[in-house]
Each structure stands twice: as structure tokens, then as C-alpha cells.
């Protein structure tokens, strides 16, 4: 168990819906990261999160947004949904610990959009 | 802004052949960290590296660190099955980190 809670798991959903994924990090990481992982791909790096202001983006498209919340939570939307929208989102909180700056993954939310 | 370039995107092996992976950075990095994912599972942390030349070894995984701080390799020695699956390298620069795309290794018994 890493720590970091995705939720949920698995989504399916429709053509032109919307859809929020969440993101609970690890407790007192400030940074979160969102990727998305398509079907034997790569990570996709989409955006990360700092103590609840964006850091940096990647290649997210518009019809995506996220945000932390002061809790540290975050959030990521995804809206007019696409079947190649579908894909596993992972979130990974970081922290400077003994073995370097670490980051833990969720286990990842795998949309499913038909 | 900072990229990570990792190649090859596939390796397949036969078990107790050699494997190595390459990650190279756009710009300078404070370290790199190299992270496996099982297939069906989530990255998992193995190493960091964070000086220039740096050369750490995990049992039969070697990780290197080159001289400019802007490229990495992993390197496994004799793979055996329980080795597939897809390893990450990731920059980290200024509180970002990006992550290669992954080679993602088979290895046939």
C-alpha cells in the first residue's frame, strides 16, 4: 500500500459525459501529480499540484482541468469525454525523504469510455 | 519545458540475457530516479540518483548517473522472469518531475 488513495477504481462511461477522478496523497505531501497511462503506453505526465497551486503542466487537453484543495486532495475532470479518452489515470503524491525525492502511486482509476 | 526521452520502448529477451534502458533529459537534472511497474500494477520506486557519474547497484540492477546530469541508464544482468514488466526513469528539476515513457521488458524462459 503506498498511501495514496485513487478513487474510484474503475469508471465506465459514455461518449460526451463527465467524469471526476479523486486523489487522496500520502499525509503531508504537498506535491500531486496526474498521469495518464493508455493501453501499454507510457505515463503521460498531465499536471502536478503543489500545496494546492498548479506547478506544472503537461499534455493535457482543454476539456481536462484539475485542482488541489486545502486538504491537499485533488481532483481531476475530464469532460466531453472521447473513446480514446480511455486510459489508466494514475496520482502520485511526492516528498523529499532518505532515499531521495520519492514519488507513491495510487493504484490508478481505469475509465473505460464506450 | 523539461523532457525525458527514453528508449527502447520494447525489449524483449530471452531469460539470462542482459537488458538495459536509456533515459536522456532536454535540460540538466537535480537527480533521476528509476521506478518499475508490474504489468497490471502501479510504479513502484527502485533508486535515485543524484550525483554527477553516480553508479548504484540493486543485486543484479545496475543504475548510472551520467557526467552532465542529463542522461541515465538501468542495466540488468542475466534477466529472469520476475523482471518483466515496464521500467520509468523520471527527471526531477526544481519540484518537477517528469518521467520517460517507459521500456516495458519481456522476457521469454
Known amino acids: 500500500d503506498s498511501g495514496v488513495t485513487q478513487t474510484p477504481k474503475h469508471l465506465i462511461t459514455a461518449t460526451g459525459q463527465r467524469v471526476t477522478l479523486r486523489c487522496s496523497p500520502r499525509?503531508?505531501?504537498?506535491?500531486v501529480y496526474w498521469y495518464q497511462q493508455s493501453l501499454d503506453q507510457g505515463l503521460q505526465f498531465l499536471i502536478q499540484?503543489?500545496?494546492?497551486?498548479?506547478?506544472a503542466k503537461g499534455n493535457i487537453l482543454e476539456r481536462f482541468s484539475a485542482q488541489q484543495f486545502p486538504d491537499l486532495h485533488s481532483e481531476l475532470n475530464l469532460s466531453s469525454l472521447e473513446l480514446g479518452d480511455s486510459a489508466l489515470y494514475f496520482c502520485?503524491?511526492?516528498?523529499?525523504?532518505?532515499?531521495?525525492?520519492?514519488?507513491?502511486f495510487g493504484q490508478g482509476t481505469r475509465l473505460t469510455v464506450v | 519545458g523539461q523532457q525525458v526521452m527514453q528508449i527502447p520502448q520494447y525489449q524483449h529477451v530471452q531469460e539470462g540475457e542482459d537488458f538495459t534502458t536509456y533515459c536522456n533529459s532536454s535540460?540538466?537534472?537535480?537527480?533521476i530516479q528509476w521506478y518499475k511497474q508490474r504489468p497490471g500494477g502501479h510504479p513502484v520506486f527502485l533508486i535515485q540518483?543524484?550525483?554527477?557519474?553516480e553508479v548504484k547497484k540493486q543485486k543484479r540492477l545496475t543504475f548510472q548517473f551520467g557526467e552532465a546530469k542529463k542522461n541515465s541508464s538501468l542495466h540488468i544482468t542475466a534477466t529472469q522472469t520476475t523482471d518483466v514488466g515496464t521500467y520509468f526513469c523520471?527527471?526531477?528539476?526544481?519540484?518537477?518531475?517528469?518521467f520517460g515513457a517507459g521500456t516495458r521488458l519481456t522476457v521469454k524462459p
Open positions: 535540460t540538466t537534472l537535480s537527480n
Open positions: 502520485a503524491s511526492s516528498v523529499l525523504g532518505v532515499r531521495g525525492t520519492e514519488a507513491f
Open positions: 499525509s503531508g505531501d504537498l506535491s
Open positions: 499540484y503543489y500545496n494546492g497551486e498548479e506547478r
Open positions: 523520471a527527471g526531477h528539476n526544481n519540484n518537477d518531475m517528469r
Open positions: 540518483l543524484v550525483k554527477s557519474g
